[in-house]
C-alpha cells in the first residue's frame, strides 16, 4: 500500500570510522508504505546506514529524515516512529520472551493491558506462545531471531528497519518472516529491510537498492534492475571445472561480455544481448576446443547477476556503474515539499521518566534474581576482607581506647557497597557490546533512564551485601553500642555513599565499553581509597606524606562518620563532610556518565 509520500530521505549521507568510509555520500528516499530493500554484500553499509536513521549514529556529513524530522537534531521525535531490528540478536537472554516483549512495550509508554495484549499477539504470531514464559537463554537461534523481529514490532512502528532479518532462519521460518512482513505491510508499516538475499528483496521488496562500498550503485524495482543488466544471460556448465577458463574465454569471445565463473557450480556466465545464433556459435566453438558441457542455455537474468554484475566480480568498472547508475536512483523530491513538511514542529513525544527508569530497574533485578552465584560472589568478597582483617591483622594494629573489631567492622560495611557498585561498570560496560544497547537507545525513553536504572539496581544488591555483613560482623564479635536511630543513620550513609560513588563506575563502565576492562579498572578507585583511608588502620601510624590525603579523603570521612554513629560517639563533621563528598560525586560523576551515554546515542 505505497501511498508515495516520502517518509524517510536521505541526502548525501557520509559516515566514516577512522579511515574506512562505511557510507560515501547515500541518496535515498522510502515512501510511505513501501517495502525497501536494500541489498548489498558484507561491509557495504547496509547496517551503518541503518544505524543512522534509527538515531544511533551521528553521520559526519549529509542527513536523514524520518517522517519529516531529522535523524540527529530530532532524534526524540523520530524514536516513537520506528521500530528496529538489529542485524545482532537484542533480546535479553535472562528474561523470558514475554518480558523482553513487555520490556520493549513498556519504553514505547504503552500501558500494561496493551503491552501485554501485544506481547501475546507477537508471540503468537512468531509461534512462540508456549515458550513465552521460558528464559530466552534457553531458546535455539531462531526462536530467538523471531523474537527479536517480534520486539521491534510492539511498539507499532510506522517505520520498521529490519537489518538481514532471515539471516540464520531455516527456510520454512525465513518464509514466515516474509509472510508477516507482507501482512505489516498491508496494514500501512513502511519497511527498510537488509538482505544479502537476493531472492528475499524480490520477494518482499517493492524497491531495492543496491549498495557496495559505501555507495548507492543502483536502485529500482527488481525488473527494472534486470532490465538494467541490458537482455539475457548465456550460461554454459562445463562437465571438468579445468575448462573453465577455456570456457570463459571461448563465451566471452563469441558473445562479447565480461563473463562470470562459479567454481562451485562450474558455469560460465556471460550477459547477452544475441539469441538461438550466438548460442550456437558458442557451442560450435566449445566443441571444437574440446570444452565438454553439461548444460548451455540462455536465459532471463535472476536477481543474482545483477547484484554480481553490479558490485562488482564481473560487473563494469566501478566508475561507470555509479555513473550509470545514478540515473535510476531516486530524484530527491523538490526543497519545498520539504519544507512543507518541515513546517510541522516535532510533537511533544510522550516521556514517562519514571516508568523508563522502573522498566529498566526491574530488567536488572531480574537478571540479578536469575544470577545467584553474582549474587553470592558479591557477598563473598567483603566476607573474606572481614576475615582477614578481623583475623589476620587484628592482632597487630593497636587501636587506642578501642577493639580492632569494633574499627574495622563499620569500614567493611563500607567496602561491602563498593564491591557491588563495581558490578555497575562491568554490567554497564557488558550491555553496551551487545545489541540490547542498540536497541535501547533506539527507543523513546529518556536518555539517562538506562544508567539510573542500572545503579537502582545494582544497589539492591549492595543492600543485600551490607545486610550479610552485619550479621558476619556480629558473629564475629562486633559490637553495636550506639542508639537504634544513630545505627540505622550509619546504615543509611553507608547506603547512600554506596550509591552516589556507583556513578564513577557507570563512568568507568562507559569509557571502557568492556567488561574484562571495565573490571580491571574498576578496582583502581576501591583500592587507593579503601587503602590510602582509616579503613584499615589509624591515619596517625601512616607516613606524613599520605595523611592529609588518607584524613580528608571520601572513604575515610565516611567511615569515621559511620563508626561514631554505630558506636554512640560524637561524629564532629564527619557526617556533614560524607554527605558533601557524596553529592559532589553523585552530581560531578551522574553528569560525565549522562554526557558520555548521550555522546555514544546522540
Ligand atoms: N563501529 C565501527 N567501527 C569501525 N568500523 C566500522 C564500524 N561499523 C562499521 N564499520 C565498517 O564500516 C563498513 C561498513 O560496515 P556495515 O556494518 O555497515 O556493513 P554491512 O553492509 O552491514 O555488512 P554485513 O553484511 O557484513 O553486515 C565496514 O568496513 C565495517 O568494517
Ligand atoms: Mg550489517
Redesign the pocket.
Known sequence: MVTGDRLISVEGLV?S??A????RGVDLEVREGEVLALL????????????VLATLLRPDSGGARVAGYDVVAEAEAVRPLIGLTG?FAAVDELLTGRENLELVGRFYHLDEDERRRRATAVLERFDLLAAGDRLVKTYSGGMRRRLDVGAGLIGGARVLFL??PTTGLDPRNRSDVWDFVDELVAGGTTVLL?T?YMEEAERLADRIAV?DS?SLIAAGTATELKLQMGGDVLEARVADAVDLERCAATVAAVAGGEPRLDRDLRTVTVPTTGSTPVLLAVGERLQAAGVGLEDLGIRHPSLDDVFLSLTGNGGPPATTRGNGAAGSLPVAAPRTAEQAERAAPPPAPRRDPVGDVVGVTGRNLRRLVRTPRLLAITAIQPALLLVLFRYVLGGAVHIPGGSYVDYVVPAVFLEAVMIGGMATAIGLADDFGTGIFDRLRSLPIVRYAVLAGRTLADLTRSVFALALMVGLGLLVGFGFHGSLPSILAGLALVIFFGYCFSWVYATIGLLTKDPETAQVAGILPFFILVFASSAIVPVETMPSWLQPFAEYQPVSVTIDATRALMQGEPTGTWVLQSLAWAVGILAVFSTIAVQLYRRSSL
Open positions: 559516515k570510522f577512522g574506512t568510509r562505511a557510507l548489498g554484500p558484507n561491509g557495504a553499509g547496509k547496517t551503518t546506514l541503518v544505524r542485524q537489518d538481514e537488509t544479502q549498495i559505501g
